[in-house]
């Protein structure tokens, strides 16, 4: 069954409120997936697409990401922050050379990572056999950044791209994090 991150709607109790207020809804991607958290990518060159909700089989593409609904609609989103922390093993006998993109598309994409998705970041790692290492990127996206107004729309998928090649390895991600900063509560308010 595929899985839906849903936010309860954004609830703004306007007494007491600055104008100058401003709400991060903070999305904790990792704890809405399941086995697919960890894996093991076999040798050879390879591109795998997480988190893979279709069948948890990184061999059977599943290219649609995950669907985030923030609520929030459009023109209230100030920035956005993403957040990707995992640990990679290389668990083979030669050098691994490894990059994870990440990409975000609107809520009804098929194929977030061939065309209709936006690349927002991407981060390198090579590891020596038998090696393992800490994969990093952090995303901020602001007005006019690519991939800003797919996020802003409310409803948006997201997904990460591994590529590169060696001789297999074995990943666990350790945190997935979306934070949505909305506008000022003044801004909001104006017609
Ligand atoms: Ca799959």
Redesign the pocket.
């Known amino acids: 069954m595929r899985k839906t991150l849903a936010l309860a709607a954004l609830l703004v109790a306007l007494a007491g409120c600055s104008m100058q207020t401003r709400y991060t809804l903070s999305v904790d991607v990792l704890s809405f997936l399941g086995d697919e958290v960890e894996g093991n990518v076999p040798s050879g060159a390879f591109e795998v697409y997480l988190p893979?909700d279709?069948?948890?089989?990184?061999t059977?593409?599943?290219l649609d990401g995950t669907l985030v609904e923030a609520g929030l609609g459009a023109d209230r989103l100030e920035a956005a922050r993403f957040e990707l922390t995992a640990t990679i093993t290389n668990t083979g006998a030669t050098p691994l050379d490894l990059s994870a993109e990440v990409y975000v598309g609107d809520a009804d994409t098929t194929d977030l990572y061939h065309g209709s998705g936006t690349q927002i970041g991407s981060t390198s790692l090579k590891l020596a056999a038998g090696e393992s290492g800490a994969l990093t990127l952090v995303v901020e996206l602001r007005q006019d950044d690519p991939g800003f107004d797919q996020v802003a729309a409310g409803n948006f998928r997201v997904g990460i791209k591994l590529r590169g090649s060696g001789d297999g390895f074995s990943y666990r991600l350790e945190g997935l994090k979306f934070a949505l900063t909305t506008k000022r509560l003044g801004e909001l308010l104006q017609p």
């Open positions: 893979d279709d069948d948890g089989d990184l059977t593409p599943d």
